[in-house]
């Protein structure tokens, strides 16, 4: 069987996770106790570098257990409750376990984020897809979002001008690997993005950027649906708004593997209602400005699925090929950029009311 086909394991998630520090399972899960009591109890779905736990007395509590090579930014965690509130994890810092001198893993406590994540909630659901239940609850959950990504472009953050050219040559070069390695079909949407590079830095402010805003990471109430929050802000990072609006193509449509994209009834009603919601918090945008964020959209889609993944542990990222460890995000691409019923609609006359 192939190892991208293989059956998750949690106890040998848990076994590979310990091969790579000093500290040990039951260490860990001790300190947790003393930190905030309550039954340990491991996530049932653990993360390549941390073992995490659901702790304290009603389990309100996640203590979680970082490799060396990938602690939290305290400073950006708490950026990120600074604009979100309780949308985003309280997070503080108990030093590590282990050997100091021989990987030893960093302890941080968080507030659990109630709700279920929104895969689970969407599998969970009995409605038809198209029914007047789901459709409802997407329109209520599409506003949720807006209202989130309104907070961040109303929360911008400071970025000195040498800062920016940084980044700025940073995509460029991504863009550039991209340019000669993707195939030609994508050559298009990479040029567009190289030309509107000048426009994304002047045009968009720089915000805190969840980098993987998934369905993994959106948590909803398990009824409703309403949006209760967003976690794993460990790669969160400053830069130009809208590089991760890519994702919320996920929630207007569903995607199959053998089937492909297949857009919801409603997806261009869920649309035009997240742009209303979104103005009505940042108020009307030029149509200059949408333009530049639709370009942002299209470059975060290009550097995140363009590419394998980015880990600080791991080999450099590279490009990806149309082989088996690539064909996803290359379908992706595909969906997004290319075909004519599923990729990225114009945003520029979305801008005002």
Not at 158 to 170: F, G, I, R, T, Y
Not at 174 to 179: A, K, N, R, V
Not at 204 to 233: A, C, Q, Y
Request: glycine letters at 6%; hydrophobic letters at 40%.
């Amino acid at each position: 069987m192939s190892a991208a086909y293989e059956v998750y394991s949690l106890d040998s998630a848990i076994d590979t996770l310990f091969k790579s520090t000093s500290a040990t399972r039951e260490a860990c899960e001790e300190k947790a106790a003393r930190l905030v009591g309550g039954k340990i109890t491991p996530v049932p779905i653990q993360g390549c570098c941390s073992y995490t736990v659901y702790a304290g007395a009603q389990s309100e509590f996640i203590v979680q257990f970082r490799l060396e090579l990938l602690q939290l930014r305290l400073e950006i965690a708490a950026l990120a409750h600074e604009i979100h509130g309780n949308l985003a994890p309280l997070t503080t810092y108990h030093g590590h376990l282990g050997d100091v001198n021989d990987r030893p893993v960093h302890v941080y406590t968080l507030s659990r984020i109630p709700g279920v994540n929104y895969l689970e909630y969407h599998l969970a659901n009995q409605h038809a897809e198209n029914s007047e239940e789901s459709i409802a609850m997407r329109g209520a959950l599409i506003e949720d979002l807006a209202s989130f990504f309104a907070a961040s472009w109303n929360s911008p953050q400071p970025m000195d001008l040498n800062a920016k050219e940084q980044l700025l040559q940073s995509y460029s070069r991504d863009l550039g690997l991209l340019l000669q390695h993707l195939p030609s079909r994508f050559h298009p949407s990479i040029r567009q993005c190289l030309d509107t590079l000048p426009l994304i830095f002047s045009l968009l402010p720089t915000v805190l950027l969840h980098r993987d805003f998934s369905f993994f990471n959106i948590m909803v109430n398990e009824k409703s649906g309403r949006l209760t929050g967003v976690i794993d802000w460990a790669e969160a990072e400053i830069c130009p708004f809208g590089q991760n609006l890519y994702n919320l193509q996920e929630f207007s449509g569903t995607l199959h593997h053998a089937h492909g994209r297949r857009q919801y009834e409603d997806h261009e009603d869920l649309q035009a209602r997240f742009w209303r919601a979104f103005r009505k918090e940042v108020g009307n945008l030029s149509t200059e400005v949408m333009l530049a964020i639709g370009s942002s959209r299209v470059l975060g889609c290009l550097l995140s699925r363009g590419f394998t993944k980015r880990l600080a542990n791991e080999p450099p990222a590279i490009p990806i090929e149309d082989n088996e460890a690539g064909r996803y995000n290359m379908k992706l691409l595909d969906i997004y950029l290319i075909d004519a019923k599923t990729r990225f609609e114009d945003l520029r006359n979305l801008g005002a009311s």
